[in-house]
């Protein structure tokens, strides 16, 4: 199952930061909780790493709705 919410039909929404990323241009993903969730930047999967709940609990809305 892929996380980090839908942004249209081939992207996702890095949990950092908010930005669309398309899953095979990633520059990380990482599962978590039976969930893919997508990076835009080393960056911010390192900080998605150190504090996963912390960044789901205020990762940006599913911007697709």
Same mark, same amino acid.
């Given at each position: +199952? =892929?996380? &980090? &919410? $839908?942004?249209?039909?081939?992207? !996702?929404?890095?949990?950092?930061?908010? !930005? +669309?990323?398309? *899953? *095979?241009?990633?520059?990380?993903?990482?599962?978590?909780? &039976?969930? +893919?969730?997508? @990076?835009?930047?080393?960056?911010? @999967?390192? $900080? @998605? $790493? =150190?504090? *996963?709940?912390?960044?789901?609990?205020?990762?940006?809305?599913? $911007? =697709? !709705?």
């Amino acid at each position: +199952t =892929s996380g &980090g &919410g $839908r942004a249209e039909e081939d992207e !996702m929404v890095d949990p950092v930061c908010g !930005m +669309t990323v398309e *899953p *095979p241009e990633a520059a990380a993903a990482w599962d978590h909780e &039976g969930n +893919t969730y997508y @990076f835009c930047s080393v960056a911010c @999967f390192e $900080r @998605f $790493r =150190s504090d *996963p709940r912390g960044h789901l609990d205020k990762a940006p809305a599913d $911007r =697709s !709705m």
